[in-house]
């Protein structure tokens, strides 16, 4: 076997692989795939090791890396494996790919188009089609199981059953069960039913249905829990309950971990019939909740593991195995070791409802100890979800916004990983969410479980927001499951039941199974045959690999410590390599190495070394020059290896041991280069008298030339060479030079296309080689495209004006406005320049006037006016200025009560012609109150004063009359302030016969704030002048 390979490039390298074509006799089959190399690859179609040539039936398109084999009107002879195979100087690479032509099925007579009924689902010819998937269970031990799915597809697909992975048949006794073949009603296909008699504790698992046929593979799972019976109480109360597990016959275990550590207990138990597990604690059963967690590792073993534990946990912990044949005890004590330093008042356990709040509140020490809150092991963070008080040694979180996935394990840690530890408890929909993450390896099943409060309601299960198939649902009762069989890198993603406004979330995460790599080829040797080759040979490893694999050869330069890809190939024996392979003479050693899908073996090198030289082929040779007098040219050509070559010009050889030299005194210059493959020589500065002279090259294998021809030189631009994109500000001074090769050379200026118009705002200047176009004072309007032509050549200019930026006065800081129901919200927005275009938005969505909402300009003033503001009209608000942005943070309370003070019903005593005053505070100083006395409306007279300051309402009688007597309501919606008024002639006296009780009296005090007293009449100081 022969190959190629080069030092520069890269060899081919797949990046996508044609895939597997499934095509009807008479249809049209199409293999694609994207392949890269440097020099780009030549592609060549494969069948049976022949190359393909293309013909009626049969082409090969290609788009840039892209290659295709396009097969029309298949035959059955057409089927079988196709082969893309790349080459080029640097290797060579393969993929291959199936196609599979089917024969039609048989043509049947047509009913009429309105008699003509759509295809169940499976009623074709095709891969197997779950028609009805096996439901999950949850039943007591005792109870008889049947499990049933109906599977359609043609041809009539095998049916088989396994729980856990493993066939039945390995798992039980075949009186533990029976399967039930059947048809599937109304379809092509077929049934199986799986009845398991009288179910035990272990019989518990994922069991899952397969679906085979000629045409594919299909499977569908259901989950069945087994718990146990609900035991029946003494029927004498005086006796003492019996021992749920014997006593211990020897000392049990010791095991001691650190307070807010994780206990694991492992139990490995075998028996036939398989036996029944129970954790027990302190002589009492363990039902699995948030820190104590039951299952049954990959290895069979049954795990007991206590998460962040707590004193109240230590205690003896036995794991109880029984079944037929007996029973088996096996027993820890746990010991929970407690920090020196403890938090002073720990957690307690909280409930909360869906969408309200939750606080977890506890002590540390000293208030200088820094605390962190967690919810399991993710660490929260300070945020309007989670608050997080500090106020003195107290520790506070609340939880806001309560959903089914806060339910939880939280935790509060000091320095030291000192924890406390209290469960959250979320009451909504969802009793039992999904847990935060889960792991599954590929293939292995995956499980999803969540409990509801009700009964009988239907979830939603989704995946990344698009839904799940109802096949792998199940619902019965308060449980609901979905069960995924066999799972793939696609199922993973997160997964969320949804029940109305409740939900839960999970992220699957699928893992890959660890394979080990291939091992590596054996018997490699080395022979140094014909002249300037080695050929090189090995077998196949031992044991061979079980997946697909191939042999890649590489090579090293003696004295070198880089190892190079030679090529791949896909069959041991023997590979000649020849001089071609190499990039440069010299000494060269190989190894070669097993490659698969599951990684790379060792290297096996090959013993001793081989002298090889490279053999220059032209890759891209020389070609003719046409340049204009007094430029540089340049000729270049690509050899396929790195050799040293000889340039000469007109006959003489030109001197490569200096980069820069000159043909005679006062003559040519010219430049050397060679950079990897590429060799080149410049002609600096060629004059009329160099055109017709001839350029050759010469290297062992390799000859070619050119000529030279020099042309008159015309006007060329000097600068700019590229288009020139300039940004201006208005009346900024704009200035567009173009400079030509020669002097005084007449250019015209163009805008858009258009011949510009010399004007006092567009000025066009000429000053020896340079061209200019001036705009004094530039406008938004002088934006556009420019060019400065002359004679076939052009300069262009992309001309930007902008106005200047704007920025925004006030505010510059986070503005927070707090109002209530009805309140006018005014947020104002200042900015430098009058013209500015200003654009307000409301949670990033733009803002549009309406009744609501009023949008007011007045200078470089703006304003958001909310009139009469709700509820939801709360929220972020932004003012945009150009690349400016202020921000408002809104937030409208719905109040429950307007009248601040009084709370209670006021009593007042005074003496005729006394001044009395009553006063209400309100919430809001805008809002609007009414004054009744004995039900009627009060009339401001000289006698009754009305009076407002700020939030302050009163009602005032300068000289109070006996007839001022009465009840005096202060009124706001459907709220009132009372104030009862008694009008004596004078005080009477502490020991009268006729002593009134207490009366309230108003005690006069600061605006902001209104203090109310109880004293006896006789005690009053204020509150009547």
């Known amino acids: 076997m022969k190959a190629g390979s080069g030092d520069q490039g890269s060899p081919p390298c797949f990046l996508r692989f044609p895939r597997p074509v499934r095509v009807v006799s008479g249809g049209e089959a199409e293999l694609k795939c994207v392949v890269l190399g440097e020099p780009p690859p030549i592609v060549v179609w494969e069948k049976g090791g022949q190359p393909l040539a293309a013909s009626e039936r049969l082409s090969f398109p290609a788009d840039g890396a892209e290659h295709g084999l396009l097969l029309s009107d298949a035959l059955p002879t057409d089927a079988g494996v196709y082969v893309c195979r790349a080459r080029n100087a640097a290797g060579e690479a393969y993929a291959a790919a199936a196609v599979t032509v089917l024969e039609p099925p048989p043509l049947e007579p047509e009913p009429q188009p309105a008699e003509r009924p759509l295809p169940p689902p499976g009623a074709g010819e095709g891969a197997p089609v779950f028609l009805t998937g096996p439901r999950s269970q949850w039943v007591l031990r005792g109870a008889e199981v049947v499990l049933e799915c109906q599977v359609g597809g043609l041809p009539a697909p095998t049916l088989y059953w396994e729980k856990d992975g493993m066939a039945l048949d390995e798992v039980w006794d075949s009186s533990h069960f029976a399967l039930e073949p059947g048809r599937a009603e109304g379809h092509p296909g077929a049934s199986l039913a799986l009845r398991i008699l009288a179910v035990r504790l272990p019989d518990s698992g994922v069991y899952v249905c397969h679906a085979c046929n000629a045409h594919g593979h299909a499977r569908a799972g259901a989950l069945l829990q087994v718990h146990q019976p609900p035991e ?181 840690e000091m320095r030291g990983r000192v924890r ?118 090995w077998k196949p490893p031992e044991p061979a690999p079980e997946t697909p694999f191939i042999y890649r050869l590489e090579r090293q330069e003696v004295g070198s410590e880089d190892w190079i890809q030679c090529f791949s190939i896909e069959k041991a024996g023997a590979v000649e390599v020849p001089g071609d392979c190499v990039p440069s003479e010299g000494d060269y050693r190989f190894r070669v190495c097993t490659v698969s899908e599951h990684g790379r073996s060792p290297h096996v090198v090959f013993h001793g070394s081989a002298h090889l030289v490279p053999t220059a082929r032209l890759v891209a040779g020389l070609e003719d020059v046409q340049v204009y007098d007094g430029e540089d040219a340049v000729f270049s050509l690509d050899l396929s290896t790195i050799i040293q070559g000889t340039w000469f010009l007109n006959g003489a050889e030109l001197k490569s041991n200096e980069p820069e030299g000159q043909v005679g005194p006062g003559a040519l210059r010219y430049h050397i280069e060679q950079k990897g493959l590429q060799h080149r020589l410049i002609l600096q500065a060629v004059k009329h008298e160099d055109s017709g002279a001839l350029v050759g090259f010469n290297c062992p294998g390799v000859q070619d030339s050119a000529a030279l021809t020099i042309q008159e030189s015309p006007v060329h631009i000097l600068s700019p060479q590229d288009k020139l994109s300039l940004t201006f500000t208005t009346s900024e001074r704009v200035v567009l030079t173009c400079e030509l090769s020669r002097v005084d050379f007449p250019a015209s200026w163009y805008k858009d296309g258009q011949k510009v118009e010399e004007s006092e705002s567009l000025v066009v200047k000429m000053d020896g080689r340079k061209h200019r176009l001036i705009l004094p004072e530039a406008g938004v309007q002088d934006s556009g495209e420019f060019e400065c032509r002359t004679e076939g050549v052009s300069a262009f200019f992309s001309v930007t004006v902008r106005d200047p930026p704007v920025h925004i006065l006030d505010p510059r800081e986070h503005v927070f406005v707090h109002a209530i129901t009805s309140e006018c919200v005014m947020l104002t927005c200042e900015v430098d320049r009058e013209d500015a275009p200003v654009h307000w938005y409301k949670d990033g ?66 003496v005729r012609l006394e001044r009395v005053v009553l006063t209400c505070e309100l919430c809001r100083p805008w809002a609007e109150v009414r004054w009744t006395k004995d039900g009627e409306e009060v009339v401001e007279s000289p006698a009754l004063l009305l009076q407002k300051e700020d939030t302050i309402r009163r009602l005032v009688l300068p000289a109070v009359q006996l007839e001022d007597s009465g009840e005096y309501l202060c009124e706001i919606d459907d709220e009132s302030a009372s104030f009862t008024v008694t009008v004596t002639e004078s005080y009477q006296s502490q020991d009268s016969s006729n002593n009134n009780p207490e009366l309230c009296v108003l005690l006069k005090k600061p605006k902001t704030r209104r203090l109310w007293s109880r004293f006896p009449p006789w005690r009053r100081t204020a509150g009547a002048e």
């Open 845 to 910: 969505e733009e803002v549009e006037e309406s009744d609501f909402v009023v949008l007011e300009n007045e200078g470089p003033h703006h304003r958001l006016v909310l009139p009469a503001a709700q509820p939801p009209d709360g929220g972020e608000f932004q003012c945009v200025a150009g690349d400016e942005r202020a921000s408002f943070t809104v937030t409208i309370t719905d109040v429950s009560s307007w009248i601040v003070y009084p709370s209670g019903k006021v009593y007042v005593a005074a």
């Open 232 to 412: 029946s109480p003494p029927e004498d109360p005086d006796e003492a309950p019996r021992p749920v597990v014997e006593p211990l016959k020897c000392a049990p275990k010791t095991f001691w971990v650190n307070e807010g550590k994780h206990a694991k207990f492992r139990c490995y138990v075998m028996g036939k019939p398989e036996p029944e597990i129970e954790w027990h604690w302190e002589g009492r059963p363990l039902l699995p909740d948030r820190r104590r967690l039951m299952y049954r590792d990959r290895d069979g073993g049954f795990v007991l593991k206590v998460l962040y534990c707590q004193a109240k946990d230590r205690g003896l912990y036995v794991c109880a195995a029984r079944n037929s044949a007996g029973q088996t005890l096996s027993a820890v004590q746990l010991h929970v070791k407690e920090p020196r330093l403890r938090f002073t008042r720990p957690l307690q356990d909280v409930e909360g409802r869906e969408h309200g709040i939750a606080v977890l509140e506890c002590k540390v020490p000293n208030s200088r100890i820094p605390t962190a809150w967690f919810r399991e092991d993710q660490r929260l963070l300070p945020c309007r979800k989670y608050e997080q008080i500090e106020e003195g040694t107290v520790r506070r979180l609340i939880i806001h916004r309560l959903k089914a996935d806060d339910d939880g394990v939280y935790l509060c």
């Open 420 to 537: 406390t530890v209290a469960n959250v408890t979320v009451k909504g929909p969802i009793l039992k969410r999904l847990p935060r993450k889960l792991d599954v390896f590929e293939g292995e099943n995956a499980v999803l479980l969540v409990e509801t409060r009700e009964a009988g309601i239907e979830g939603h299960w989704s995946r990344d927001g698009e839904d799940l198939p109802a096949t792998c649902q199940s619902s019965s009762g308060h449980m609901h499951a979905l069960v995924l069989p066999g799972v793939t890198r696609e199922d993973a993603g997160e997964v969320t039941f949804s029940l109305g406004n409740s939900r839960t979330t999970t992220l699957l995460r699928v893992k890959c199974v660890k394979h080990n790599p291939p091992g590596p080829p054996v018997l490699a040797e080395m022979f140094k045959g014909h002249k300037n080759t080695v050929l090189l040979t």
